[in-house]
T-cell receptor, first 114, second 113 residues
Framework: SQTIHQWPATLVQPVGSPLSLECTVE??????LYWYRQAAGRGLQLLFY??????ISSEVPQNLSASRPQDRQFILSSKKLLLSDSGFYLC?????????????FGDGTRLSIL | RKEVEQDPGPFNVPEGATVAFNCTYS??????FFWYRQDCRKEPKLLMS???SGNEDGRFTAQLNRASQYISLLIRDSKLSDSATYLC??????????????FGKGTSLLVTP
């Protein structure tokens, strides 16, 4: 069966520090991969998605970036964190076949910027 | 107009009650629809897909009205464990052959003893 792993679960970082969140998927090949952010009391906002290695699409302008160095690895990064980057970051995967596939989420990383 | 709109609630219902959530979406080209459940401080989890003819999974029934761009979720015989936020989700096609999901902000349900 497929599993998705995200780490760390919780992270506290100072303003201006760099960020790297990692997500890996097991049990499937060539998945679509996604990064979302959920701010406190708000809905999920899609940040990036990827349909293949090295292919990244950005949904909103921001100081975050994403990379997909391997088929089942998706990384979210920032060179300098802002206070507004605080939130609950969720990685998700879906099967690559067709457009009617649901997405499955990792446990999420709760990021607090001080 | 927001792409996916839901009544945020909260809906407070007693155990055993039947409760219905509604959702509207703005993109008529959307083809896939889902309901997710999110517990407090946890990740969203797929509850069920929503099919054109309507579908049922135990106590949960989902309906889709494409003409009105409206989706519903009915929960019968509510349990305490049904307390959560229910997210209405609609797919959106992207130009690079990818697609993404648009999540509503969710409807909060509290089932009380």
């Amino acid at each position: 069966s497929q599993t998705i792993h995200q780490w760390p679960a919780t992270l506290v970082q100072p303003v201006g520090s760099p960020l790297s969140l990692e997500c890996t998927v097991e049990g499937t090949s060539n998945p679509n991969l996604y990064w979302y952010r959920q701010a406190a009391g708000r809905g999920l906002q899609l940040l990036f998605y990827s349909v293949g290695i090295g292919q990244i699409s950005s949904e909103v302008p921001q100081n975050l970036s994403a990379s997909r160095p391997q088929d089942r690895q998706f990384i979210l990064s920032s060179k300098k964190l802002l206070l507004s980057d605080s939130g609950f970051y969720l990685c998700a995967w879906s099967a690559h076949r067709g457009n009617n596939q649901p997405q499955h989420f990792g446990d999420g990383t709760r990021l607090s910027i001080l | 107009r927001k792409e996916v709109e839901q009544d945020p609630g909260p809906f407070n219902v007693p155990e055993g009650a039947t409760v219905a959530f509604n959702c509207t979406y703005s993109n008529s080209a959307s083809q896939s629809f889902f309901w997710y459940r999110q517990d407090c401080r946890k990740e969203p989890k797929l509850l069920m897909s929503v099919y054109s003819s309507g579908n049922e999974d135990g106590r949960f029934t989902a309906q889709l009205n494409r003409a009105s761009q409206y989706i519903s979720l009915l929960i019968r015989d509510s349990k305490l464990s049904d307390s959560a936020t229910y997210l209405c989700v609609v797919n959106i096609v992207r130009s690079n052959s990818g697609y993404a999901l648009n999540f509503g902000k969710g409807t909060s349900l509290l089932v009380t003893p």
